[in-house]
């Protein structure tokens, strides 16, 4: 066995992975209909065949109807993805390779002429200066309906074998909140207080 740390196992929560060499979360775009197919499935185990330990998939997949990919990602909040993703998470381990996804709610980083045609939501009212739309200011409906759209789709990800999840939060509706500058809101998830935006 090597001496170089890099090639030591390392243990992460309840994976030991075989080096500590990984891929983090990107998209590659290669998603169909929102699905992670044959060649998104392809793409991944050959990382897995080269020897790393840990293969991040989706940047990010998308957990909800109103937060609609802007680069082709997985659409996490359709039942259907999971024997997707079991095809995914079979091609990866079967190479000695775990594997994870990064899920997310985009809020105001997407628009609404996208997927379902939705209106974006977000803890602000401005226009997002990235991809210019005017997002609905959330309510408190909005807020509880997506923490079960982050919990289903982390079921779904388990359903389909995945390793673990990573939520992505930078610029994101998570982020949204966080932030007095782009928290409108008022009362317990509002701007006014860090435990509020924190909530």
């Given at each position: ?166 939520l992505q ?11 007095p500058l ?18």
């Amino acid at each position: 066995m090597s001496k170089d740390p890099l090639l030591q196992p390392y243990q992460l929560k309840h994976l030991t992975l075989k080096n500590r060499i990984m891929t983090t979360s990107h998209e590659p775009a290669y998603p169909e209909d929102g699905m992670p197919k044959d060649r998104y499935r392809a793409y991944h185990a050959e990382r897995a065949k080269a020897g790393v330990a840990l293969t991040m998939t989706a940047g990010s997949a998308a957990v909800s109807k109103d937060s609609p990919p802007v680069f082709n990602n997985i659409l996490a909040y359709k039942d259907e993805v999971v024997p997707w993703i079991q095809n995914l998470t079979d091609g990866v381990h079967e190479h000695g390779c775990a594997v994870m996804i990064q899920l997310t709610h985009l809020g105001r980083r997407t628009n609404w002429n996208k997927g379902d045609w939705l209106p974006s939501v977000s803890s602000s009212k401005h226009r997002e200066p990235a991809h210019r739309g005017f997002p609905k200011l959330i309510e408190d409906w909005d807020i509880e309906r997506i923490i079960e759209d982050f919990a289903d789709a982390a079921e779904r990800m388990q359903a389909g074998g995945m390793d673990g999840i990573e939520l992505q939060v930078y610029g994101h509706l998570l982020d949204q909140f966080w932030s007095p500058l782009t928290n409108d809101l008022v009362g317990p998830y509002g701007a006014d207080t860090l435990e509020n935006r924190m909530r």
